[in-house]
Each structure stands twice: as structure tokens, then as C-alpha cells.
């Protein structure tokens, strides 16, 4: 549970992201989510914030847990929404209906793979995107947060 005296970041996962590591590393890279989780604490301590890391293969949680970051006053929202980033006109809209800070995050570069990928309904209301970097998107997109640069 993350300190609650501190700026609260949520990073939410979406489906098949608890796979890393194993799934398509070619891809995705092996870097595990519990690593990411890893990285992103360490960092978040040198920032002065505090991270709540979630997965889910649920498009409905994900949801969920946009209106509770905005709810709980995080400060902003890192999402990988996953395979949902091109077909959740739901995470669209939860997006847009909070006034948190939304960022999206991918791995790989989604614009290099296949046509169905490069729409990203996430985009649509995210405050900046970064892909293409591996793990260290994760970390980009926190200092993005923290900082202001957007």
C-alpha cells in the first residue's frame, strides 16, 4: 500500500501483462512486471512519490480503477492498457471522464507492428505516450508525471 503522505502514482496493467518475461520476449523483452514494479519503486523513492502498481486481464477493472485513482486524488495515471489500447472506447472514456493526468506506456513501439495496432483509443486522452523504450518506458512516463513533462 503506498505511503499515503506522498503523491500517489497508479500504474495500471492491462491483459497478458502478467506474462512478461515469458511472453514474446522478442517483443516485449524478459524483464518481468514484478521487476518493472521493482524499477519503478526505486524510482518513485527518489521522486518524493509513491507507486500503486495493478494488473489485470479485465477491461472492466481497468476502468474501475481509473475512477478510483481520480477518487483517491492520485496525481497521475500510468496505464498499459495492453491489447484494450486498441479496441476499449470504455478506457477512452473513463480516461476523459477523470481530470487525473493520464499516460500511456508500451513496451514496444505499437506504430512498427501490425495495422490493428497503430489506433490507440488510450492516445485519445492521454496526456503523453511512451512506447517503444521497454521497461524503461515506465520509467519515462513516471518522470513525465512527476515533473511536468508533457
Known amino acids: 500500500m503506498p505511503d499515503a503522505k506522498l503523491p500517489t502514482i497508479y500504474v495500471l496493467n492491462g491483459p497478458n501483462l502478467n ?29 518524493g512519490c509513491a507507486i500503486d502498481m495493478r494488473q489485470t486481464n479485465h477491461e472492466g477493472m481497468l476502468v474501475d480503477w481509473l475512477h478510483e485513482a481520480q477518487a483517491h486524488g492520485a496525481r497521475a495515471v500510468l496505464i498499459n492498457a495492453g491489447a484494450y489500447t486498441h479496441t476499449s472506447i470504455a478506457l477512452l472514456d473513463a480516461a476523459r471522464a477523470i481530470q487525473t493526468p493520464v499516460f500511456e506506456v508500451h513496451l514496444s513501439d ?41
Open 19 to 47: 506474462l512478461l518475461g515469458l511472453r514474446e520476449p522478442e517483443i516485449y523483452g524478459d524483464v518481468t512486471l514484478d521487476e518493472i514494479a521493482t524499477m519503478l519503486e526505486d524510482r518513485a523513492r527518489d521522486l
Open 110 to 150: 505499437p506504430k512498427t507492428r501490425e495495422p490493428f495496432r497503430h489506433l490507440s483509443y488510450i492516445g485519445m486522452a492521454a496526456a503523453a505516450c511512451f512506447q517503444g523504450h521497454g521497461a524503461k518506458s515506465y520509467l519515462l512516463a513516471l518522470d513525465a508525471a512527476m515533473h511536468g513533462d508533457f
